[in-house]
């Protein structure tokens, strides 16, 4: 008998992070973070695990996606699916009727990441290796054959990336090696959530350097006095070395967010993250232009690579910052990775919320082997909340991810806590 | 007793259009019309009416979404809805945990535009007046209130709206009796749907010019020796003065558009509607630079004015074309309708499908009497498809609208057609 998937289990899950605050910034003062939990079962017992994350309310909406995208996933011969996660990507996010409810973006979009992505961890579970591994053990045909160029061939084509990832395979191994040996360097956003008091804010700073982290991140954008305060507070905290990046959450129109920066210039802000709408390509290419060198960053909401093809070719971000669950997944990422490296834009990572961090850090680590080459300016973003969820969670020590070695995408999560924190009916819930 | 909203159903209606291949183009061979419908009941008896459009597979995803979101209408006092919808939009597009689904696209953004619809119809109704008139009696402040302008001042500030609007206000009145008596131009898509034959072709356009249309729409895309061919066609059953737009459905990449309108050149296509990705600004430029005097249109997929905004700002289109079931709501159209007047590019609304049509027309109706002023190279989408399930349907002749006179969106379904075409469960699914 053919191995075949038997069932895509899909569960709402959904953490409590805004009794406490977690996570709060000018857009989301109040986030639930959760997921969309996907998990496929094969005919012979193998499972792949997956997620979208999400904030809290609407999870649903997301579980509804994912359960009617499974219905092309089920029955499918798995040997296939695995050795060819693009040819599932391509059905789901492509299929005629569906495809008006985005078209690639959106809940549906994110569905069909989520059930690629579980597709990817069950073929690195197959192989015996973590994602980032089976990444890099692909040839750069292989890869290039994973990535739809429908709508990117104007600024990179199948050639091209071809020939970047090529040029990228000399010293791949000594890269593995150092990846193995000293990871990839990470950046902390646990210090700077608007919610914090300015005692809270101070301490975790300290602790960040302490840490080993070489940037940290404050949210902003609630209020111009406070977030003057906060700055002055956080480089009073850790001195003139470290980065501190601020991120504003979309808060922003155009002119307001290059007002409010020139405020906060004096306290040297590395990078603004999310001035404005994340639609908003020529928005950030003038903020870009009006508050440079402030560098200029978004990622977490951009919904695909066409968005992300323009940023970079109008010039308007400096730091591109991929996410795990809002594209159509690990393929529709790579393509990502060849455009920003086309474009010599540096990846920073989003990462938080729940998941995100042990979904992504696969990704940066195989940019760095066999894509991009460095490290250099590059940090996945790290928030300690949540991790021990996780079966197989990340682990960062002096400011660094250290490489996954466990098979898999890293996103399993344990099962008492996908029972407890199930919603509605779990306890941590139905108690409420 | 204040009056509320007292429930919000909501229905997925699908329609096996896919049976005769009406409506088939390059990226939707078989489209079932369908769609997510809303009724909102007041404590006094009263309805507002709404419908989300999709093509089939996915209808019940957008159900979900609008079920979610209907909990912040639910028990809403009527008078205040109905007095200030474009609050309810904030509220619905801005909630700070679904927000991360979109932000303001796809799913979680159209069910926003569907309830915010339904409030528009049921103020209309109240009012006793077609939604184009309530639209078009509002005072310029009034309008602008409506609006969320957070990322549009780069493009559009409150001030210039309202110069713009009391500009609009000379004349006002002679316009609307102008439409009153002669109606608004339409154009007709059913000729040149992919899936039919080159003599239906040559009839269905005949046809139009029978009927008094001056602009008819081919669908392209498929192949192009076939769109060689059916362009020869309906350019000699034309002749020589009607204009022939063609809509590729979103099938190419720029140097694929670019290239393959070359060879349709001679058969002097007035637009090329959604030559690539409707993300991709940047390319619509391209392509535009590429082929003029061939004009660009898109619209239908774009998913709310933030978009719009960078395609007016970067030159990318001649023809913006709103769709009333894409965007956040008659709110968001509204800030489209002043973008588009502000760059001085005219709008041709999406329509076809099923409803789009009867709403829509209010929105270009409301702009030709209170925004533009005019109605010159400006038409409706027009196809002749599942009008009879509507208890206003449109009233087309000698190729223009007619403008509606009962009071509402026109949004409403026959009570028999909702049950018959209810999906899975209505007579015409069950026996499949």
């Known amino acids: 008998m053919t191995e075949t998937i038997l069932s895509v289990d899909t569960l709402d ?41 999400t904030v809290g309310r609407g999870t649903e909406i997301e579980v509804a996606a994912v359960r ?36 690639e973006k959106g809940v549906v979009h994110m569905a069909a990441g989520g059930l690629v992505n579980a597709v990817w961890d069950l073929a690195a579970r197959r192989a015996g290796k973590p ?41 791949r191994d000594a890269r593995e090696q150092l990846l193995r040996r000293e990871g990839y360097p990470a950046y902390t956003t646990t210090p700077g959530w608007l919610g914090y008091d300015d005692e809270k804010l101070a301490r975790l700073c300290k602790e960040a350097v302490e840490d080993g ?25 850790v001195g003139p070395k470290t980065r501190i990046a601020v991120d504003a959450n979309q808060i922003w129109g155009v002119p307001d967010a290059i007002g409010w920066m020139r405020e906060l210039r004096e306290f040297d802000p590395y990078w603004i993250e999310e001035p404005t709408s994340p639609d908003d390509v020529l928005g950030h290419a003038a903020v870009r232009k009006a508050l440079a060198p402030i560098k200029v960053a978004t990622g977490e909401h951009v919904h695909n690579a066409v968005m992300f093809k323009q940023l970079l070719q109008a010039g308007a971000v400096d730091v591109v910052q991929i996410d795990a669950c ?4 690990v393929n529709e990422n790579l393509a990502i990775l060849l455009l920003a490296a086309k474009f010599g834009v540096p990846v920073c990572p989003h990462a938080g919320g729940v998941g995100l961090c042990e979904l992504v850090q696969h990704l940066a680590m195989f940019d760095f082997v066999a894509v991009s080459g460095t ?38 999560i344990v099962a008492e ?16």
Chains 1, 2 share one sequence.
Do not use: C
């Not at 992070?17 to 079962?41: E, I, K, W």
């Not at 806590?417 to 409420?432: I, M, Q, R, V």
């Open 13 to 53: 899950v959904r953490f409590p992070t805004s009794r406490h605050r977690d996570g709060s910034d000018a857009m989301n003062p109040f986030p639930d973070y959760s997921a969309a939990y996907v998990v496929l079962r094969t005919t012979e017992g193998a499972e792949g695990h997956g997620l979208i994350f």
């Open 417 to 432: 806590s996908l029972t407890a924190y199930s919603f509605p009916e779990g306890p941590e819930w139905a108690a409420e």
């Open 326 to 329: 809002r594209v159509g997944g």
């Open 131 to 171: 994602l980032w591994k089976l990444l890099a053990d692909l040839t750069p045909e292989q890869i290039v054959a994973q990535i739809d160029f429908r709508y990117l061939r104007d600024a990179l084509t199948e050639v091209e990336a071809l020939e970047l990832l090529r040029a990228a395979s000399i010293n």
């Open 375 to 412: 490290t250099e300016n590059r940090a996945i973003e790290y928030v300690d909340h949540l991790h021990e969820h996780f079966v197989h969670p990340v682990r960062v020590s002096g400011g660094r991810y250290l490489a996954p070695t466990a098979p898999g995408m890293s996103a399993q």
């Open 213 to 237: 982290y070489e940037l940290i991140k404050l949210k902003v954008g609630g209020s111009l006095a406070d977030d003057v305060r906060r700055m002055a507070i956080a480089r009073e905290a």
């Open 68 to 103: 009617s995208l499974a219905e092309m996933v089920v029955g499918q011969p798995v040997a296939e699916l695995v050795a060819d996660p693009g040819a599932l990507a391509r059905r789901l996010i492509g299929d005629s009727q569906i495809r008006w409810l985005g078209p």
